[in-house]
């Protein structure tokens, strides 16, 4: 019972980490889009769309909403859908 216990805390405490790591990275990304530098704003564009795969594909595997690994998929979608558009000048 007690190893039970101690094994779902150590994956909550995991989980709680992650989490808070995500949220680090993708300030990260949002602080690139102030660059004026393009290319940094692009790969941070780039970056969002990764991140949204990555939810996609979790979210498949386990069964979840998208929304619950990644709040706000919608946006970051749309952040790197406007990333053809900065490339392609139009």
Do not use: K
């Not at 150590?10 to 990275?25: G, K, Y």
């Not at 300030?27 to 949204?52: G, N, P």
């Not at 970051?76 to 139009?90: D, I, K, N, P, Q």
């Amino acid at each position: 019972m007690q190893m039970c216990v101690c094994v779902c805390l150590r994956v909550h405490v995991q989980a709680d980490v992650c989490m808070c790591l995500r949220v680090r990275i993708q300030v990260v990304f949002f602080m690139y889009l102030w660059s004026i530098d393009i290319d940094a704003v692009l790969t941070a564009m780039s970056c969002f769309r990764l991140l949204c795969e990555e939810a996609e594909i979790r979210c498949g595997a386990d069964e979840l909403a998208v929304t619950q690994l990644l709040p706000n998929h919608a946006i970051y979608s749309e952040l790197a859908a406007a990333s053809t558009v900065l490339t392609t000048g139009r």
